[in-house]
């Protein structure tokens, strides 16, 4: 999964919507979009924003299926599901550590 898809999982996930999450990451939300729909890589300065906005660490955005994972996708295009549930977990896991702190 790309980049700009973990951005747009994640900001979901946390209940933003685009232009929330650009105005607090100092960006335009025509950048965002073009951020999440993979047309353009964002700076690291931005990345580091935007992942400080979604109080994830910048690394869960980068994350990407291994090669078997992506392997398990093109068999089954379904098997999609199974690894957004892994995400969220992983976002729920978070969720819980950064409202500890």
Same mark, same amino acid.
């Given at each position: 999964?790309?980049?700009?898809?973990?951005?747009?999982?994640?900001?979901?996930?946390?209940?933003?919507?685009?232009?929330?999450?650009?105005?607090?990451?100092? /960006?335009?939300?025509?950048?965002?979009?073009?951020?999440?729909?993979?047309?353009?890589?964002?700076?690291?300065?931005?990345?580091?924003?935007?992942?400080?906005?979604?109080?994830?660490?910048?690394?869960?955005?980068?994350?990407?299926?291994?090669?078997?994972?992506?392997?398990?996708?093109?068999?089954?295009?379904?098997? /999609?599901?199974?690894?957004?549930?892994?995400?969220?977990? /992983?976002?729920?896991?978070?969720? /819980?550590?950064?409202?500890?702190?």
């Amino acid at each position: 999964m790309p980049l700009g898809t973990n951005i747009k999982l994640v900001r979901h996930a946390r209940g933003l919507g685009l232009t929330e999450l650009a105005h607090a990451a100092g /960006i335009s939300a025509s950048h965002l979009s073009l951020i999440e729909n993979g047309r353009r890589s964002p700076s690291v300065t931005v990345l580091r924003s935007i992942a400080q906005h979604l109080r994830v660490p910048s690394n869960v955005l980068l994350w990407e299926p291994s090669s078997a994972e992506q392997e398990a996708l093109a068999l089954n295009p379904q098997g /999609i599901g199974c690894l957004l549930h892994a995400l969220y977990g /992983i976002l729920s896991e978070l969720s /819980i550590r950064t409202d500890i702190t």
